[in-house]
């Protein structure tokens, strides 16, 4: 759904307005993204799809506040946060947005309840134990505080860093191929994980996936190619993202 700078930003949780993102200059210049408009809604569960360099990946980051547009705008409900100095923005993303990655980025030689509480001692603050035994419990996994990473099976490991992503309790929740690294069987409790969050706890997440069976559990699909939004669809099955997806030659 795109949406203008005048919208106002209630029904949003985020949202980019004619977003362009280069790397590079001149002729060696890639454009990623071309103008792109979205907005995710709270409470909504949006795949982000396309073929390889479509700039999927590119418009996740600069949503979550990993990256900065060359130009546009993205906003967290009211906020714009594109212009603001690094050191507020690193301040408010770990407060308004949590971010999964397909590595789990666990600290091995840690506990789990310390891989969780990471972020927040890395900003100077002090843990919160039941946020963060409340965040395990959301995710299955209450009882293994004390264990280590390399104590826990994969799709485990990947709850404890969607764990690390809910304790600041976030609006948005980014999700960057957070099945890629595990089986099927597997990666299917992740992604109907991430599907009760938005259903059970009202959770906002966007996904970027290659695959049409995990863009099956979101609410709506956004198809990119050459760094433009070129198609959406709303409930789709995993048979017709695979088939649209196929057209953009993904």
Same mark, same amino acid.
């Given at each position: 759904?795109?949406?203008?700078?005048?919208?106002?930003?209630?029904?949003?949780?985020?949202?980019?307005?004619?977003?362009?993102?280069?790397?590079?200059?001149?002729?060696?210049?890639?454009?990623?993204?071309?103008?792109?408009?979205?907005?995710?809604?709270?409470?909504?569960?949006?795949?982000?799809?396309?073929?390889?360099?479509?700039?999927?990946?590119?418009?996740?980051?600069? #949503?979550?506040?990993?990256?900065?547009?060359?130009?546009?705008?993205? $906003? $967290?409900?009211?906020?714009?946060?594109?212009? *603001?100095?690094?050191?507020?923005?690193?301040?408010?993303?770990?407060?308004?947005?949590?971010?999964?990655?397909?590595?789990?980025?666990?600290?091995?030689?840690?506990?789990?309840?310390?891989?969780?509480?990471?972020?927040?001692?890395?900003?100077?603050?002090?843990?919160?134990?039941?946020?963060?035994?409340?965040?395990?419990?959301?995710?299955? &996994?209450?009882?293994?505080?004390?264990?280590?990473?390399?104590? *826990?099976?994969?799709?485990?490991?990947?709850?404890?860093?969607?764990?690390?992503?809910?304790?600041?309790?976030?609006?948005? &929740?980014?999700?960057?191929?957070?099945?890629?690294? #595990?089986?099927?069987?597997?990666?299917?409790?992740?992604?109907?994980?991430?599907?009760?969050?938005?259903?059970?706890?009202?959770?906002?997440?966007?996904?970027?996936?290659?695959?049409?069976?995990?863009?099956?559990?979101?609410?709506?699909? #956004?198809?990119?190619?050459?760094?433009?939004?070129?198609?959406?669809?709303?409930?789709?099955?995993?048979?017709?993202?695979?088939?649209?997806?196929?057209?953009?030659?993904?």
């Amino acid at each position: 759904m795109a949406e203008t700078a005048t919208d106002t930003a209630r029904g949003t949780a985020a949202r980019a307005h004619e977003l362009h993102r280069e790397y590079g200059r001149g002729t060696a210049a890639v454009r990623a993204l071309r103008g792109v408009s979205v907005a995710l809604a709270p409470g909504t569960f949006t795949a982000v799809m396309g073929p390889s360099g479509s700039g999927k990946t590119t418009l996740s980051h600069c #949503l979550a506040g990993m990256d900065r547009p060359t130009r546009g705008s993205v $906003w $967290w409900g009211g906020t714009e946060v594109s212009r *603001l100095p690094e050191r507020r923005l690193a301040e408010l993303r770990r407060s308004r947005v949590g971010v999964v990655f397909q590595a789990f980025n666990l600290m091995p030689a840690t506990t789990v309840a310390q891989n969780v509480e990471l972020p927040g001692r890395l900003a100077g603050e002090r843990p919160d134990r039941d946020r963060v035994l409340d965040a395990l419990d959301r995710v299955g &996994l209450a009882g293994r505080e004390r264990h280590r990473p390399g104590q *826990l099976s994969g799709g485990q490991q990947q709850r404890v860093a969607i764990a690390r992503a809910l304790v600041s309790r976030p609006q948005v &929740l980014f999700a960057d191929e957070p099945t890629g690294a #595990l089986d099927q069987a597997t990666g299917h409790e992740i992604l109907a994980l991430l599907r009760a969050g938005v259903d059970r706890d009202g959770q906002t997440c966007a996904m970027v996936t290659h695959d049409p069976v995990a863009a099956g559990y979101a609410d709506r699909v #956004l198809l990119l190619a050459d760094g433009l939004v070129v198609d959406e669809l709303d409930r789709p099955t995993a048979a017709q993202v695979g088939e649209r997806l196929s057209r953009l030659g993904g």
